[in-house]
């Protein structure tokens, strides 16, 4: 199993610009969310999703776009990229609504 | 508003010597308490988590404790070795949600 893998590792973005960071997960977990970490502030929840067609926001939603077509995929879409919004995104599914695993992360630098 | 309060931010031990983070909640419908940790460049990994009901667990050198009436729990790291040199993260979950709730970390330095 892969676990959890998420692209691209690394992006640079011009304000203002749109992209998806992919997340895709191969253990058949329900649950699946996208965190962001920033110095000093821990890791703070965007959006989750309970299973396939169920989303949710979470502590920090503003900018950000999720849709889940498929167990297995859970992309984030930034719609028109902010400084605010430079930071290193995780990704993270469970089995159940506790033990969650990462995955190795997106840093984003927005210019 | 803060749910999970972490306590040091950072913290240099001395190899051998006992590392303890300590957190504090409010939200007394939290009933599982998960600690993270995270390695530079990686995403964080579950390094050991404990129920409401239990006082406390051990698992190697990582032991938490649990005080339900003072609504805090605490990480234990016996023996800290350099390799334990990492970011912790302590967390808490409500019984009706699906998310977590982190503490904002603590940077963990073990000195040789």
């Known amino acids: 199993n892969a676990g959890v893998t998420q692209t691209p590792k690394f992006q640079v973005l011009k304000t203002g610009q749109s992209m998806t960071l992919q997340c895709a997960q191969d253990m058949n977990h329900e649950y699946m969310s996208w965190y962001r970490q920033d110095p000093g502030m821990g890791l703070r929840l965007i959006h989750y999703?309970?299973?396939?067609?169920?989303?949710d926001q979470g502590e920090v939603p503003n900018g950000y776009n999720v849709s889940r077509s498929t167990t297995e995929d859970f992309p984030l879409r930034l719609l028109s990229a902010a400084p605010s919004q430079t930071s290193v995104y995780f990704c993270?599914?469970?089995?159940?609504?506790?033990?969650?695993?990462f995955g190795p992360g997106t840093r984003l630098l927005v210019l | 508003q803060q749910q999970v309060k972490q306590s040091p931010q950072s913290l240099i031990v001395q190899k051998g010597g006992i590392s303890i983070i300590n957190c504090a909640y409010e939200?007394?419908?939290?009933?599982?308490f998960p600690w993270y940790q995270q390695f530079p460049g990686k995403g964080p990994a579950l390094l050991i988590a404990i129920r409401p009901d239990v006082s406390e667990k051990k698992e190697g050198r990582f032991t938490i404790s649990f005080n339900k009436s003072a609504k805090q729990f605490s990480l234990h790291i016996m023996d800290s070795q350099p390799g334990d040199s990492a970011t912790y993260f302590c967390?808490?979950?409500?019984?009706?949600?699906?998310?977590?709730?982190f503490g904002k970390g603590t940077m963990l330095l073990v000195s040789p």
């Open positions: 999703s309970v299973g396939a067609g169920i989303t």
């Open positions: 993270a599914s469970s089995p159940t609504r506790a033990t969650q695993y």
């Open positions: 967390a808490a979950i409500d019984s009706g949600y699906s998310t977590l709730t």
């Open positions: 939200n007394t419908a939290f009933d599982y």
